[in-house]
């Protein structure tokens, strides 16, 4: 059962995005204090490992922020993690390796 105590403020319907906690006052009255959603990390589009450097922030919030805070400076920053952009420069040079020395084979016949 609720504690009886408490002062709602604001609305008051208990859903999935409206979850309220108790918090005392300096006044020393019970208020509940409506409890924000915890967001999800951004994730590599490879791998959906979390990418470090960028904090977890709601939409809206990554909307309205800087975009020092929304980015990573390298290639694919922000969207690919560090070893994602790794290895895709690792295939793509070993790619033109292959390419150069099948021309140098064809060459030398």
């Known amino acids: 059962m609720p504690d009886k105590r408490i002062t709602l403020v604001g609305r ?4 999935k ?5 108790p918090v005392k ?3 020393g ?3 509940s204090q409506i409890i924000a959603k915890k967001s999800k990390a ?3 589009a490879d791998c959906k490992c979390r990418i470090n450097g960028i904090k977890k922030m709601t939409p809206a919030k ?3 922020s800087k975009k020092r805070e929304r980015t990573v400076s390298r290639a694919y ?3 690919v993690c560090a070893g994602c952009v790794k290895t895709r420069i690792m295939r793509a040079f070993l790619l033109e390796e292959r390419k150069a020395v099948k021309k140098l084979l064809a060459e030398k016949k």
């Open 12 to 15: 008051h319907y208990a859903t």
């Open 17 to 21: 995005s409206r979850r309220s906690v």
């Open 25 to 27: 006052t300096p006044g």
């Open 29 to 31: 009255r019970l208020v």
């Open 42 to 44: 951004p994730k590599c």
């Open 62 to 64: 990554f909307a309205n």
């Open 77 to 79: 920053g922000g969207a």
